[in-house]
């Protein structure tokens, strides 16, 4: 009787054997097979992640094209890339263009809404950083850039420059109609509440010194650096600023750069 029972207990105890070996095994095989799809899962995540980088930079590309040869179908609409519209001669903007939707900045001073935030929040946070200063002109129409142009060429007329002498001197500090950047909306002059002169000094006040260092963070670039006027046309502004979105902004900053510069132009 002793040896049935402990033939029956050893048999239990083979079973239980048996049992536990095959779970180790089914585990073991879930265990490598959950290994493998996991690598597959990095792999693929991996391959995928190259491939969104690829797309990204091939959109870039595709809206910096876009930013220099279809300026106004760009700023018109709101695909990616409309921040970065290129307006110079080289590249006019449509004479009838109008921003869709304003926002008064100040009186009578007014920008493409789109910008509002950023803007209104670069202003706010110089203004607590214990600076004054505040838009001088935003958004101009072709009539209105024309009014500007005509009469800073009249004025170097009157210093007895010819026509066109005078025309190529304007030029050099006011865009040809058509061609500014105060068109778009994305542009605002802003300067010193203490130091209202358009003129180099402008760039030596704390607003300015403020401003060079810190308007990247919103999205806004200094259009017209020091030192770029071969590359830009425009002489040395140190008021004109240009919303063309964080990411551009940082790597034109970071690189010292223009904007026709970051746009291959």
Known sequence: MRKVRISNRLKKVFLIGICAGIAA???????????????????FEAENSKLRTANDQLQLQVNKYNAAHNNTDLLSGNEDGWALVLVNEEHPLDTAYVPAEMYEVESERSVDARIREPLDRMLADAE???LSMYVASAYRSYDQQRTVFNATMQDWISRGY??????????????????????????????????????????????????????????FILRYPQ???????????????????????????????????????
């Not at 585990?27 to 690598?39: K, Q």
């Not at 802003?190 to 810190?214: C, F, K, N, P, V």
């Open 128 to 130: 607590a950083a214990g």
């Open 227 to 265: 030192e770029k006027a071969d590359v830009t046309g425009i002489i040395f502004e140190p008021w004109h600023y240009r919303y063309v979105g964080v990411d551009a902004a940082k790597e034109i900053h970071e690189q010292n750069i223009t904007l026709e510069e970051y746009l291959g132009q």
């Open 162 to 219: 010819t026509p066109l002498d005078a025309y190529d001197e304007t030029k050099r500090s006011v865009a040809v109609p058509g061609t500014s950047e105060h068109a778009t909306g994305l542009a605002v002059d802003i300067i010193a509440s203490e130091y209202e002169a358009l003129d180099d000094r402008q760039g030596e006040t704390a607003e300015q010194q403020w401003l060079m260092a810190h308007c990247w963070e919103y999205g």
């Open 25 to 43: 095994g089914v585990l073991f095989t879930m265990f490598v097979a959950n290994g493998i799809i996991s690598r597959k899962e990095a792999g």
